[in-house]
């Protein structure tokens, strides 16, 4: 895992330093992938690319499942899971919520992740088993936080229906928490939570990509992550907290139906 962790590190390290380097305005060449709002620039396909090859230069039989460029089949157990920049409104915009996002999985079980957070100088980290860290500091989520003083990070989807029953569950859940936050990168937002910067985190049609390395990030930090109902964390719902607010957070949600409509 050690191994996994530092080629990870150096990888999603060299990305973060390209797109520093050559992040775009927003005149320059931005595609739609599912509504006018999901957007994709070329620095998201050269980003992935830029992975893809350090990755098979070392390890050329691993599979790697990208955003961009889906799954590329290969030899063994081991397949990594990137998200080439999380965020990329944040990033087309300047502002610093955006990353760089690598997982490795071994017999589908995720064992090594880092989150590269480049504008902002931040590169979380975590090995299975061996917990989670920023940098030098070991990280532990905020426990014992009742709903009512949790502070929420979420988000929303681009299609406008789903917006609009997202939209119907955040104005249910605000008047009973302390504060809603709303970042605009599903990574950033589970790191901030294994960090102790906000306490809970729940979001509907988030991809693996989004949330494989920060999971294990939060998951090394003490969190609980999971779906509805008892379903593991998957793109139908995602679902993070400390023990007990976990708990909490899931019945008033279940309560909402929040993955009613499209």
């Not at 899971?81 to 996002?101: K, Q």
Request: proline fraction near 5%; glycine fraction near 10%; charged fraction near 25%.
């Amino acid at each position: 895992m050690t191994d996994f962790l530092r080629l990870a590190e150096d990888i999603a390290r060299e990305a973060g330093d390209m797109l520093l380097a050559k992040r775009p305005t927003m005149s320059r060449e931005i595609e739609t992938k599912s509504s006018p709002t999901d957007v994709v620039t070329t620095l998201d396909k050269a980003s992935e690319a830029l992975i893809r090859e350090r990755i098979l230069a070392a390890r050329p039989d691993d599979r790697i499942l990208g955003e961009e460029q889906g799954e590329a089949p290969g030899e063994g157990d081991v397949r990594w899971i990137v998200d080439p920049i999380d965020g990329t409104v944040n990033f087309l915009y300047g502002l610093p919520d955006w990353a760089v996002s690598i997982a490795v999985e071994v017999a589908g079980k995720v064992v090594a992740g880092v989150v590269n957070v480049p504008q902002r100088g931040e590169v979380y980290t975590a090995a299975l088993g061996e917990g989670s860290w920023l940098g030098a500091e070991r990280l532990r989520c905020n426990t014992g936080v009742p709903l009512s003083q949790a502070l929420v990070a979420t988000g929303f989807g681009y299609a406008k229906a789903r917006r609009e029953s997202q939209g119907e569950v955040v104005a249910k859940v605000l008047p009973r928490v302390r504060d809603i936050r709303r970042g605009g990168s599903c990574a950033i937002d589970i790191c901030s939570l294994a960090a102790g910067r906000v306490d809970a985190y729940y979001e509907r049609g988030v991809n693996q990509w989004d949330f494989a390395a920060a999971g294990l990030v939060a998951t090394e930090s003490g969190a609980r992550l999971g779906g509805l109902h008892g379903r593991p964390v998957s793109s139908e719902f995602a679902l993070c907290a400390a023990p007990g607010l976990f708990e909490e957070l899931h019945d008033l949600l279940a309560s909402l139906d929040p993955l009613r409509g499209a």
